[in-house]
């Protein structure tokens, strides 16, 4: 009996995508190779995307007040299970570029996502790079005529949706400019149009981009200048970190306000800060940051502890206040003290520490079980002994996947659980050759290899 065969219908393309969208990530890159139409299909429907979105924190980079490079702070586990080590001094950077020679001063200027945005302070060279790679892009100045080449740059990254991303640079230094304005103390501050610059990846240029104003204004000229006027505030970054959120830059100004640039339809608003202006010329510090359910804002005076989640509905904004906590001193020192009895430095090590020939052994903490691998200890029930209270706490972060605050004092690192007031020792935070303190600090999240993209 003669059979026939025949082709099997194709499947309409929601179905295939489904069916695709069910595949491991390695199985789903291969699929794009069977043929054009799949190839169309895995990339018009973004079905990879989120697969490089990162999951877990690496590590931290920090640049330090008295070294020209910046640092990598993180487990050793990490740099041996979960990937390549990363290189915190960005090496292959600055070896590739020959006319880095002779000049110092470099820094992590930004994180987004699994990219760094990285400087050289001398010039103002900016490079996006991905650590995990070590791939990296070097992008042209801005043209002369829009501005300044070393105003702080933002960066901006989501693989969800695109595999673009986009620099953002002021063009004018707007604290200067209150200080050129003076005469009009009675003007509105910020202006109603603020010019940036924006590179773009996918044009490979520079831009000029007025983001307009909505809503009023933070205060007058009048109001900034007074606030300038202060030791506390200058004395401090004017840019206080930025987080990016559901398609907004979210930019901490001073402690004074925070600046939501739409990135869709060029507009911003002002977001008054939960902190008033006699809590900041009190020295109160505080932080901008993105955490498990969106932006943060986190204020520190002496050893009280305020976290606020930003909420946002119908172009109203509002901080609700989230932990509210004064810390302990001997609470502090003792899950420190402790751990380090049994463990030394602690189960996160600088980048530096395998380059002075030191090892370190007995450590292995994935991030995935964090919760349960190192000691707690509840900061207000302790009953340990240990030192003096340290007089001066910094944030160096939040974790992005949990409700987990990264906090610092005299080169002591902990976790910080603000759901149970549970406390990690995470490490020592200096390493042996530099005597003074973190300015900037970013948490890094890994993403993908991005070659075919430029990264």
Aim: aromatic share 12%; proline share 5%.
């Amino acid at each position: 009996m003669e059979t026939t065969s025949a082709a099997l219908p194709a499947l309409p393309d929601d179905v295939l995508a489904t069916v695709l969208g069910r595949l491991p990530t390695c199985t789903l890159a291969a699929s794009r190779c069977v043929c054009q139409a799949w190839r169309g299909l895995v990339d018009e429907r973004q079905l990879l995307l989120p697969r490089l979105l990162p999951h877990s924190v690496r590590g931290i980079f920090a640049n330090y007040i008295d070294h020209q490079r910046p640092h990598f702070f993180a487990r050793p586990a990490s740099w041996t299970t979960v990937g390549p080590q990363i290189d915190g001094e960005f090496s292959y950077v600055v070896a590739a570029e020959n006319n880095h020679q002779g000049r110092k001063q470099f820094k992590v200027e930004d994180h987004c996502n699994g990219l760094v945005l990285y400087r050289d302070d001398g010039r103002g060279d900016l490079y996006v790079c991905n650590p995990v790679a070590r791939q990296w892009v070097h992008l042209p100045f801005p043209p002369k005529e829009m501005g300044r080449r070393k105003s702080r740059a933002f960066l901006v990254f989501n693989p969800a949706t695109s595999l673009n991303y986009i620099v953002l640079m002021p063009s004018h230094d707007l604290g200067k400019e209150i200080w050129l304005t003076n005469e009009h103390g009675d003007t509105e501050w910020p202006p109603s149009r603020w010019t940036w610059c924006v590179f773009s990846s996918k044009t490979k240029r520079w831009k000029e981009r007025v983001f307009v104003r909505e809503g009023k204004a933070a205060g007058t000229i009048a109001d900034m200048l007074r606030v300038m006027e202060t030791v506390s505030y200058v004395t401090v970054s004017p840019w206080r970190y930025a987080a990016y959120w559901q398609g907004a830059l979210y930019i901490h100004c001073h402690g004074e306000y925070v600046s939501r640039l739409s990135l869709t339809d060029l507009k911003y608003r002002i977001i008054e800060s939960p902190i008033d202006r006699m809590e900041w010329y009190n020295k109160v510090r505080s932080f901008l940051g993105r955490s498990k359910e969106g932006i943060y804002f986190a204020a520190i005076h002496k050893c009280h502890l305020r976290v606020w989640i930003l909420n946002e509905w119908h172009g109203r904004t509002q901080w609700v206040l989230k932990h509210d906590r004064v810390l302990k001193p001997r609470d502090w020192w003792s899950v420190a003290i402790s751990y380090q009895q049994i463990n030394g430095e602690g189960p996160w090590i600088w980048d530096d520490f395998y380059g002075n020939g030191k090892e370190k052994n007995g450590i292995d903490w994935s991030s995935d079980d964090d919760d349960n691998s190192i000691p707690t200890c509840d900061w207000e029930n302790t009953k340990h002994g240990g030192g003096e209270y340290p007089g001066y706490l910094v944030v160096l972060g939040f974790n992005p996947y949990k409700e987990v605050i990264f906090l610092a004092s005299h080169s002591v690192v902990v976790a910080y659980h603000l759901n149970n007031s549970k406390v990690q020792f995470l490490g020592i935070l200096k390493p042996s050759t530099h005597e003074f303190g973190v300015y900037d600090s970013f948490v890094y999240t890994p993403c993908q290899s991005l070659r075919r993209h430029g990264l």
